[in-house]
C-alpha cells in the first residue's frame, strides 16, 4: 500500500476509534479499542493488528460489529474483520497473569512500544516548548547522564511523550547498546504490585536497575501510593548512583505533586526541570503546517489559521480537528474550505469556544498596563500607551475571529493597516525582549482561561 493509501486510511481509522469511544465510553475504550490499529482494508476485509491474543479474541466477541458499522459510515464497504496478534512481549501489556515479567522486559523489544511518528525531527520548537526540547535533545545525546532526572512537565497533549519517545528513538538509532525502557508510571505500579503477590519484588527490582535510560511517564499516578512510591525511590537511587540515567513526565512540577513525599519531591527536582507551557498561536499555526506536510494535502492558509485560533485548549485536540477535516474531505471528495472546516467542525468548536471579545482584551490589557481606554482608543503615541495598543491589536487577531478592519474599528475607528504594523511589531518583541515576552504570555493566559 502506498503511504498516501496508509495516511488516508489512518485519518478514517483515527474519527472511527473517536466515534467507537464516544459510544462505549473511556474506560471500555482504553482496555479494548486504544490499543487497536488498522493495517488494511482489501475486498471487503478489514485487517487490524491487537497487542495480544486476549485483547483480539475480546474484540472480535464484543465489537467486531460496530468496529465495521462504524467503517462503514465513512463511506467503505467493509464485511469481515481479521485481526493479527502485533506483539506478545509488550512492556504495557500483559494479561497472562504469569510472574514473569521481569524476564519479558528483559527479552522485549522496547521499541515496539514507542510511537513512529513521535520523533525530534516531528516536533515543531516554538517559544512554549523550546527548553524542554533542547533539554530532551541533550540528555538523548550525552552519551553518559547529563541532568539526571530530566523532570518534564506541563498540560495535558502538550507533547510530554512525544519528546520521551522521540529520546528512545534517538537512543535506539544512535547508542543501540543502550538499554531502555519507556513505560507508563501506572504500569510501573501495576507491575510492582504484581511482583509483591507473586513474591518477586527481586526480579522486578533487578529488571530496572539493569536499565541505562528509564522513562517513567506520567509520574503524577504515583501519588498517594506508599509502597510504589518507597520503591520507586530506591530504584531511582540506585540507578542515579550508578550512573543510569531517569527521565520523567508529569502534569505538574514535583515540588506540586499531589500525595508525594516530601524527600521524593525534592529528590526529582535535583536534576533539570523542564516544563512545557500552554501553546501559542504561533506554534498552533506551525503545527498544522507541519502535519499538512506530513499528509501531503493542501489546505488553505485561512482554514490553518482558523483552527489556529480556535483550538487552544492542546495539541492532541488541534491535531484531531485536522485529522477530521482531511479525513471529512478525502471521503467525500470536497476541498476543504471554511465552511467544511466550520461544519465538520461544529462539536469540537463548541467546546473550544472562548468568550474572549475585543472590549475583554482592551479591558484587560489596560488594567494590566495601568493604561486608560480612552486613551488606548486614542492616536497618543507615549510609549505605555503605544505598547499596550500594539498588544491589545495583536491579541485580538489571535484570540477572536475578528478581521483586520473590525480590529481597527474598535480601536478608535483605525484603519486596518494600523493592525497589521502592531501584529508585526509584537511579532519582533517577542524574539527580542523578554520582559514583554512575558508580559504577552501572563495576558494571553489570563484571557483564555
Ligand atoms: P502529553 O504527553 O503532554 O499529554 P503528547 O506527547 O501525547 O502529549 O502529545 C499529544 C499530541 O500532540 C501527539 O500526537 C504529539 O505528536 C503532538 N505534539 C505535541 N507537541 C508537538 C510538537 N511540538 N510538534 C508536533 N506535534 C506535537
Ligand atoms: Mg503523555
Known sequence: ???????????VWTEVLSDIKSSIGDDAFKTWITKLDIISIDDGSLKIA????FIRDNVLARYSDMIIKTVNSYGC?????????????????NENHDNNDAQKIKDCNDISILDKRF????????????FAYAAALRVAESESPSFNPLFLYGGVGLGKTHLMHAIAWYIHHNYPNKRVIYISAEKFMY???????????MSFKEMFRAVDVLMIDDVQFIGGKDTTQEEFFHTFNELVDNNRQIILSADKSPSDLDGVEDRLKSRLGWGLVADIHPTTYELRLGILQSKVKQFRVSIPDKVL??????????????EGALNRIVAHSTLVGRSITLDVAHEVLKDILRSNERLVTIDIIQKKVCEYYGVKLSDLNSSRRHKAVATARQIAMYLCKNLTTKSLPEIGKSFGGKDHSTVIHSVKKVKELVDTDRTFCADLEILTKSLEN
Request: net charge positive; aromatic share 8%.
Open 1 to 11: 500500500m502506498s503511504n498516501v493509501v496508509d495516511s488516508k486510511l489512518r485519518q
Open 50 to 53: 491487537a497487542p495480544s491474543n
Open 77 to 93: 464497504s467493509v464485511r469481515s474483520i481479521g485481526i493479527d496478534v502485533y506483539d506478545n512481549n509488550n512492556v504495557t501489556i
Open 119 to 130: 520523533t525530534f525531527k516531528n516536533f515543531v520548537v516554538g517559544k512554549p516548548n523550546e
Open 191 to 201: 507491575l510492582f504490585i504484581k511482583s509483591l503477590r507473586f513474591k518477586n519484588a
Open 305 to 318: 489559521e482558523f483552527l489556529a485560533v480556535k483550538i487552544t485548549s492542546n495539541i492532541r485536540e488541534l
